[in-house]
C-alpha cells in the first residue's frame, strides 16, 4: 500500500502562484512516477502534469506548459508549482502514484487508469 498526503491548494487570484506537494509514504520502493490529475465540478478528472521518477522526465498537458512545473523534490515527494493561475485552473487537485514500468528516459504516464494510488485532493480556486 501506497499512501499519499497533498497539500498546498487555497484561494489565489488570477496571476498569481502556488505550490502544491504530495509525499508519498509507504511501499514506495518500486515507484516508477508520480502525477497531478485535477477534476473540476461536472467535468471529468483530467491529467495536468507528471515525472518520471528515473530519469525525472517530465511531462505537462498543453495549457499548463510554461505556467506549471513538477519536480521531485526528495525521494518520495513532488511538488507541482503553479504560475501564472487562471481560473480555469480552479479544480481540486490529486497526486497520483504508479508501478507501472516507465523506461528511463520515456515520458511518465499520462492516463489515470495507469496510476495504482490517488491522493484526496487539495482544493485549488482562483479569482478572476
Known amino acids: 500500500q501506497v499512501q499519499l498526503a497533498e497539500s498546498g491548494g487555497g484561494l489565489v487570484q488570477a496571476g498569481g502562484s502556488l505550490r502544491l506537494s504530495c509525499t508519498a509514504s509507504?511501499?514506495?520502493?518500486?515507484?516508477?512516477?508520480m502525477g497531478w490529475f485535477r477534476q473540476a465540478p461536472g467535468k471529468e478528472r483530467e491529467f495536468v502534469a507528471a515525472?518520471?521518477?528515473?530519469?525525472?522526465?517530465t511531462y505537462y498537458r498543453d495549457s499548463v506548459k510554461g505556467r506549471f512545473t513538477i519536480t521531485r523534490d526528495n525521494a518520495d515527494t513532488t511538488d507541482l508549482l503553479m504560475s501564472n493561475l487562471e481560473p480555469e485552473d480552479a479544480a481540486v487537485y490529486y497526486c497520483?502514484?504508479?508501478?507501472?514500468?516507465?523506461?528511463?528516459?520515456?515520458?511518465?504516464?499520462?492516463?489515470?487508469?495507469?496510476?495504482?494510488?490517488w491522493g484526496q485532493g487539495t482544493q485549488v480556486a482562483v479569482s478572476s
Open positions: 515525472i518520471n521518477w528515473f530519469s525525472d522526465v
Open positions: 509507504g511501499r514506495t520502493r518500486n515507484g516508477n512516477a
Open positions: 497520483a502514484f504508479t508501478y507501472t514500468s516507465v523506461q528511463p528516459h520515456q515520458p511518465p504516464p499520462v492516463n489515470a487508469y495507469e496510476y495504482d494510488y
